[in-house]
């Protein structure tokens, strides 16, 4: 058998064109391609507005197959608009097609896009290859209670202070001043001034002892006001252009170095005690 297969084999390979790519029957189908491919025709096909037929037609046209109706499913009526498209899952039907699905988020409600398509391996070309369909994306997990755990209230007093004037600084994003709270060989890089430090409105540092300690820092920014105009100034005053505060949560590593806190490093606070 082997005798007579080696000829025929040779035999083929000697017919098949030079310049015929050489595709593995065992390739892989290019997820991430896809899903690229899907996310944009997403941004085009769930945005549409009577007002703006031809112009929806023109952009969804490069992701669809000949001869596909111009607005794809949608009768040209009404409007919808959504955004935050990102990737979510992708069931793989074979070498050459997939079904994506995206998550997105229209109006209050966060959806859910499944979208077909094909893969042409040779030209390495995407294509929708069936309508998509919306469907409901799952609710939020129910997030369990945790104990709260003993607090060492002696360091989060004597904390307060330095950690306060730490987050004045790390607002400025002033590289002086902040090394000034850094811990040696440290260094840190602030805001640069597109937040106000308002206040240090919780300091949690669990019961413990050394010259290392793990705390959760709650800090009010100030967000600056894109112009002037104070809500105070003018009854029509738009909301939006006003200074405003956002809250955030930060974990940090302080040690103590003689007789002063300073920061080794800051990061997003893990998920909150309730």
Do not use: C, H
Request: hydrophobic share 40%; proline share 7%; glycine share 8%.
């Amino acid at each position: 058998m082997n005798g007579v297969r080696a000829p025929f084999e040779r035999l083929t390979q000697q017919n098949t064109p030079s310049g015929a790519p050489q595709v593995s029957p065992d390739a892989e189908f290019p997820i991430g391609k896809a899903t690229s491919f899907a996310s944009q025709f997403a941004a085009v096909y769930l945005n549409f507005d009577a007002v703006r037929l031809q112009e929806r037609a023109a952009r969804l046209a490069p992701y669809l197959p000949d001869g596909a109706e111009p607005q794809f499913g949608w009768d040209g009526l009404g409007r919808m608009s959504a955004g935050a498209v990102q990737p979510y899952g992708t069931e793989i039907i074979d070498r050459q097609n997939a079904v994506v699905t995206l998550a997105f988020q229209s109006e209050d409600r966060r959806q859910l896009l499944s979208v077909p398509v094909f893969y042409d391996v040779e030209a390495e070309r995407f294509v929708v290859s069936g309508r998509p369909a919306v469907l409901p994306a799952p609710s939020s997990a129910n997030l369990p209670a945790v104990p709260a755990g003993e607090r060492d209230s002696a360091a989060e007093t004597e904390l307060r202070t330095p950690l306060a004037d730490f987050f004045k600084a790390y607002a400025t994003g002033n590289n002086v001043s902040l090394q000034r709270y850094a811990a040696a060989g440290v260094t840190l890089e602030g805001f640069g001034g597109a937040f106000t430090f308002v206040n240090l409105k919780d300091l949690v540092v669990s019961a413990g002892s050394g010259t290392t300690r793990e705390v959760t820092a709650t800090v009010v920014w100030g967000v600056p006001a894109r112009t002037t105009t104070s809500l105070d100034s003018t009854t029509n005053a738009d909301p939006g252009e006003a200074s405003g505060k956002l809250e955030q949560a930060y974990r940090l590593t302080v040690v103590k170095q003689g007789d002063k806190w300073f920061v080794k490093d800051i990061r997003g606070a893990k998920r909150s005690v309730g």
